[in-house]
């Protein structure tokens, strides 16, 4: 009984522990994957100012980029030749292109709106955000 109480209580640790690892801190490697129309997953924690690693694959039928806005920008309603210039950092992808990216993440903490600036695609769901935590949070 008590041997069969305390695996449960260590599967329920391990689960806790796992999940902690997908949601919690900041981390400087990322895959994800770009399909017509979403970036999965679509949020990505990381410190600011640190050097951060993507791997992207692209599983889709189109060209498709990954957009990060200026902090305290956004595209609006769509991402226009306007919105280029508050562009912080930005990969195209062309279909079945698989990359490996790196970028400094911003030195301001905040949340960072994410998109596939071709025509109509932010509007089918190709958005995301970026949440950048200040150093100390760092564990
Ligand atoms: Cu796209």
Same mark, same amino acid.
């Given at each position: 009984m008590v041997n069969k109480r305390s695996f449960i209580i260590l599967i329920l640790i391990l689960m806790l522990a796992l999940s902690a690892c997908e949601n919690g801190g900041p981390s400087t490697k990322f895959s994800f994957t770009i399909t017509d129309f979403a970036f999965t997953p679509n949020e990505f &924690?990381?410190?600011?100012?640190?050097?951060? %690693?993507?791997?992207? &694959?692209? #599983?889709? &039928?189109?060209?498709?980029? !990954?957009?990060?806005?200026?902090?305290? &920008?956004?595209?609006? #309603?769509?991402?226009?030749?306007? #919105?280029q210039a508050n562009v912080f950092w930005e990969v195209s992808l062309q279909p079945g292109e698989s990359k490996?990216?790196? !970028?400094?993440?911003?030195?301001?903490?905040?949340t960072y709106q994410i998109l596939c600036?071709?025509?109509?695609?932010?509007?089918?769901?190709?958005?995301?955000?970026?949440?950048? %935590?200040e150093p100390t949070a760092q564990k």
């Amino acid at each position: 009984m008590v041997n069969k109480r305390s695996f449960i209580i260590l599967i329920l640790i391990l689960m806790l522990a796992l999940s902690a690892c997908e949601n919690g801190g900041p981390s400087t490697k990322f895959s994800f994957t770009i399909t017509d129309f979403a970036f999965t997953p679509n949020e990505f &924690t990381v410190t600011a100012g640190q050097q951060i %690693t993507l791997n992207v &694959t692209h #599983d889709g &039928t189109m060209e498709h980029n !990954f957009i990060v806005m200026n902090y305290g &920008t956004d595209a609006g #309603d769509m991402f226009d030749e306007a #919105d280029q210039a508050n562009v912080f950092w930005e990969v195209s992808l062309q279909p079945g292109e698989s990359k490996t990216v790196v !970028f400094t993440a911003p030195e301001q903490p905040g949340t960072y709106q994410i998109l596939c600036g071709m025509p109509g695609h932010m509007q089918s769901g190709m958005l995301g955000k970026l949440i950048v %935590t200040e150093p100390t949070a760092q564990k």
